[in-house]
């Protein structure tokens, strides 16, 4: 054949199967190294040499395309989807695999949903859109809430989940320093077939973050951006100067302490209310008629002083691109979140590099590292006990309506109403500080050599070295001056530094291999790393306030001071193989020895079993011809993990500190356990063991009617043994108690998710995803054989985390005062069932459960509408079956109250309420009866309305993607039982934003 020699420029545009332009596709003449990109338009020139040349057109995620230049010098090309290449991906413990090969109970948040609301955290964008896991929220600036994975375990060891980030386990913190628009999935592993490969830490559950990495092609730089406009809005209506009063008197006279009365006079009220001149100014308005008009009474708006509009701007500005050598990513983000009170605040800076190194066909190098700095301003919280206020709002709330906080000459009153317990916080945040500095460094390095590309006949061997260290330090700094009600007279600072470093080393072997029908997986792994945490503390006068903490000496006054150190090691082997036959058959099995150091000698190692098994039913030749299914996938798996959730020294025993006495002389000493002191040491157990959690797990994944609808529901039941508790001990040992490994628990629940295309058109798609979990666990045993342990709330055959009390039962009515006499009771005080009818209310057979802290179940709803450029969102959060410990109140008619339904003899007596001044100033005996609410909720967390740029739009910019939004987030609850509190987190407030974002690209 006859080959020309000619330079001709070839020219061209490269499409997509609808005709929409392909950036960023590579352009290679076949054979030879010279090649080029498209650019956003889809357009290439490449200029060649020879007619009887080969371009090859590549891009990820569709079908290569290779054309003959021949006497073309414009060759168009249209690109179809590669269907397998662009099956889901799914992470799994040290390693990927397909989403149809998958064994186990896996969940994933992909980019997606990750970018779909404008969050602080990763775990914010997780919030109902993970079957099986359960977070909760906080809205306090830099604080994050807790994650459940199929509810709890343990009874006194951690249920919180294990945190892989690029194939590192964390130890210690989670994921709340990543910046979210670093974060490329999320993989939530549920059941024990997936996470006992992580052995020891896997019990309650494996989060593995895989961070965003450098892609081969054009340069690419993306910046995202939000503003948020947010206000604090109160569920919770307090009762105003008249209706307090009134509530009031009403207790006082109930108490007798109405200056000896039952008349409302205004000599009476001045004998009660008259101490501070200036509040009882504002009720001598009331009586200005010489008749009582609690209308005339202002109402001082308290609440006004602890809220502000917050704005809160998160930037990220990122870049990727490569070549097929090098590919990198690198990016920075800052968060500049105002809390809605004063005093509130967060500041976090992150950035990340990483890069990878194709060296040759058969080594490859890389590594990434997360850097993250943050700024808390934390606010005014109650010190001096561990009842107070918790921020400046509720100290607030905390006053009494009809007092004011400023004399008329603008002199502050610290006794609002002069009650030595009610301190008027107005300008605590002028007047105290506490911050909290953190910087953590988090990285990934690995080598990967490739032997089967050096010893042919070792193809699908690979070896994989990767070391991961983390380091984190945290430094809280609090400073209260004299005039402060935390400092109460003194200038008073606290120092608190903690630096926590950990490190994980491991060398992996991977064996691939495809013979005929047969694919074969062998992972093996060796593993070790390190944890070392230590700290000081200082609590200390200072001299003036203006020093912080930074010259905690200069009184020479130190109050208290105090350091300390940890250091566990965990070593750890696994081998795992993956076994597929004929694409239908799936087997997966993984063992893993684990040593854990803060465990007794001779217990340290243990092993951690796991098998699963899947069937690609859609494979089989029955339902080939069964068109409306697309995937069916049945999956079993069991497995075996461990927790060693103890403290580091839990299994070595203590000294305590005592004083020896010689005559006249004192001498400090040490004892091994003194029995009588407030918390003695506990006694060394020599023989404490892993606690261990076995669970089986069936589940099956579907897709049908093309895609329309798909989904995966899993059913798992769990049982936990030989759990870490404390037992108790005879005093005569010298010990009260030590850790052992006794007791049982059972879990068992189900987890649905569910994809659906409702409405799909040309112009318009409507979607909706649905999740739903539930979750039961109980106690099977306890230790010593108990059956109850009431201290703890730990019953047999109950849930973990429940509430015992008193039953509610009303309010004694007056036609039931001889009924009440019996129970030594009158009308207007609580009514609490007598559940053994012997006549008497006692604690010892008269309490029973009355709620628990999990949700029975727990969902997400998200709805999306697309039309043309424009979508839509609306996504629907809810836990049902819970019990909020909120409620009771002590209706002395001292302290602020809201406005609630109390027992008013002969008008009201089917209040909800009993009588204010039952019980004088510590209320009715029985008022935490009535601290358990269900807080079942609905709630619609956002609203996002954005509008997304074609590129024809884009051309004349030279922006390659353009996307602007609006959202509303947490515009409020749907559906509660409790109109006072809201249930998601717990509190009377929440936060309500409104966000305006920028996404682009170029």
């Excluded at 090649?35 to 891009?59: C, I, K, M, W």
């Excluded at 994050?144 to 375990?153: A, F, Q």
């Excluded at 039953?807 to 609490?832: F, L, Q």
Aim: glycine share 12%; hydrophobic share 35%.
């Amino acid at each position: 054949m006859n080959v020309l020699a000619f330079d001709s420029e070839i020219k061209g545009r490269v499409t997509d199967a609808s005709g929409a332009p392909l950036p960023g596709v590579t352009v290679t003449i076949k054979g030879t190294s010279k090649g080029t990109l498209t650019d956003p338009n889809g357009n290439y020139s490449l200029v060649v040499a020879e007619s009887n040349a080969v371009l090859v057109f590549r891009q990820v995620g569709y079908t290569p395309v290779e054309r003959t230049v021949g006497s073309q010098t414009v060759i168009n090309v249209s690109l179809e989807e590669d269907v397998q290449a662009l099956e889901e991906v799914v992470v799994v413990g040290y390693g990927t695999v397909r989403k149809s090969d998958v064994t186990g109970a896996i969940a994933k948040v992909g980019q997606k949903e990750m970018e779909a609301m404008p969050v602080q955290n990763a775990l914010q964008a997780m919030q109902g859109k993970t079957a099986g896991v359960d977070i909760t929220s906080n809205e306090r600036p830099g604080e994050i809430g807790s994650i459940r994975i199929r509810g709890e375990r343990s009874l006194t060891a951690t249920n919180a989940p294990l945190y892989v980030v690029d194939g590192i386990p964390m130890q210690g913190n989670g994921i709340e320093n990543l910046n979210p628009a670093d974060i490329e999935s999320i993989e939530v592993l549920k059941d024990a077939s997936s996470t006992a490969i992580f052995g020891s830490r896997g019990a309650n559950g494996v989060i593995l973050v895989t961070t965003k990495r450098g892609k081969s092609g054009r340069m690419s730089v993306n910046y995202s951006g939000t503003l948020s406009v947010e206000n604090m809005h109160d569920r919770m209506e307090m009762m105003n100067s008249a209706e307090w009063l009134d509530y009031s008197r009403a207790a006082k006279i109930k108490a007798g302490t109405y200056n000896g009365s039952n008349q409302i006079t205004k000599e009476n009220d001045m004998k009660v209310y008259g101490t501070d001149p200036y509040a009882w100014a504002q009720i001598e308005k009331g009586w200005a008629g010489g008749t009582w008009n609690g209308d005339l009474v202002p109402t001082y708006n308290w609440t006004d002083a602890g809220l502000q509009t917050a704005m809160t701007q998160i930037h990220t500005v990122s870049a990727s691109g490569g070549t097929d050598k090098l590919q990198s990513y690198g990016s920075f983000g800052y968060m500049d979140q105002q809390g809605t009170q004063p005093g509130q605040g967060y500041k976090r800076y992150t950035g990340k590099f990483s890069a990878d190194f194709n060296a040759t066909s058969w080594l490859k190098l890389g590594g990434n590292i997360n850097l993250t700095y943050g700024d808390q301003e934390y606010g005014y919280n109650f010190r001096k006990s561990a009842t107070g206020a918790s921020n400046l709002y509720f100290a607030l709330q905390g006053m009494l309506p009809w007092t004011v906080p400023y004399t008329p000459d603008g002199e502050y009153i610290r006794n609002p109403g002069a009650d030595v317990n009610i301190i008027n916080p107005i300008r605590e945040v002028d007047y105290s500080r506490n911050q909290r500095i953190n910087l953590r460094a988090l990285a990934s390095l690995y080598s990967e050599i490739n032997v089967g590309k050096i010893f042919g006949f070792l193809d699908g061997l690979k070896y994989r070295f990767q070391f991961g260290p983390d380091f984190r330090f945290g430094r809280t700094g609090v400073a209260d001056r004299a005039e402060s009600i935390n400092g109460d007279g003194n200038n008073l600072v606290q120092y608190n530094n903690d630096i926590r470093s950990s490190w994980t080393l491991d060398n992996l072997l991977y064996y691939n291999k495809t013979i005929n029908k047969n694919a074969i997986g062998v992972t093996l792994l060796q593993s070790a790393s390190a944890f070392k945490s230590e700290g000081s503390n200082m609590r200390s006068f200072v001299n003036t306030p203006e020093e912080l903490w930074y010259n905690i000496g200069s009184l020479a006054s130190i109050q208290g001071y105090g350091s300390y150190l940890t250091e566990t090691q965990l070593t750890s082997y696994m081998a795992r193989l993956n076994y597929g036959y004929n694409d239908r058959y799936l087997l997966t099995v993984s063992g893993r020895w684990d040593g854990a150091s803060q465990l007794a000698e001779g217990y340290k190692w243990d092993f951690f079993p796991s098998a699963a098994l899947a069937w690609r039913i859609d494979q089989e030749e029955f339902l080939k011809k069964t068109t409306w299914i697309d995937q069916l996938k049945l999956r079993f798996g069991v497995g075996v993990t461990g927790n060693a959730g103890i403290s580091a020294y839990g299994t070595k025993g203590a000294v305590t500190n005592t004083f020896y006495h010689w005559g006249d002389i004192v001498a400090p000493g040490m004892i091994a356990s003194d029995p009588s002191a407030a918390s003695p040491v506990v006694m060394a157990n020599t023989a404490l063991g892993w606690e261990k959690t076995a669970q089986y797990n069936l589940g099956v994944d579907f897709s049908v009617f093309k895609g329309r609808i798909d989904g995966s529901i899993d059913f798992y039941k769990s049982r936990t043994s030989d759990l870490l508790l404390e037992k108790a001990l005879p005093a005569l040992t010298g010990y009260l108690r030590t850790w052992d490994n006794i007791g049982k628990t059972e879990n068992k629940g189900v987890d649905i998710s569910l994809n659906s295309v409702n409405v799909k058109t040309k112009d318009f798609r409507w979607t909706s995803t649905l999740t739903y979990s539930a979750d039961r666990s109980k106690i099977v045993e306890l230790a010593d054989g108990k059956i109850e342990d009431i201290a703890n709330s730990w019953f047999v055959g109950s849930p973990i985390g429940v509430y015992y009390d008193y039953v509610y039962d009303g309010v004694w009515k007056t036609s039931e005062k001889e009924e009440a006499a019996k129970y030594g009771r009158t009308p207007g005080m609580i009514k609490v069932k007598d559940l053994n009818g012997d006549g008497v209310i006692d604690g010892n057979n008269d309490r029973a459960i009355v709620g628990k802290g999990r949700p029975d179940w727990s969902g997400g709803f998200l709805n999306t509408f697309t039309y043309k450029n424009w979508e839509l969102s609306a996504f629907l959060y809810g836990r049902f079956g819970f019990t909020l410990r909120t409620g009771a109140e002590t209706l002395s008619g001292r302290f602020a109250m809201r406005k609630l339904d109390y027992w008013i003899e002969g008008v009201n007596e089917d209040a909800e309420y009993y009588a204010p001044g039952v019980g004088g100033e510590n209320g009715d005996t029985f008022k935490n009866a009535q601290n358990y609410q269900d807080g079942s909720f609905i709630k619609l967390r956002n609203v996002s309305l954005g509008y997304t740029f074609r590129p024809h739009q884009l051309q004349s910019l030279k922006i390659q993607n353009l996307k602007l939004y609006v959202q509303c987030m947490n515009p409020g609850l749907v559906y509660s039982k409790i109109d006072y509190i809201d249930p998601d987190l717990g509190g009377s407030t929440f936060n309500r934003s409104f966000v305006f974002g920028l996404n682009v690209g170029f």
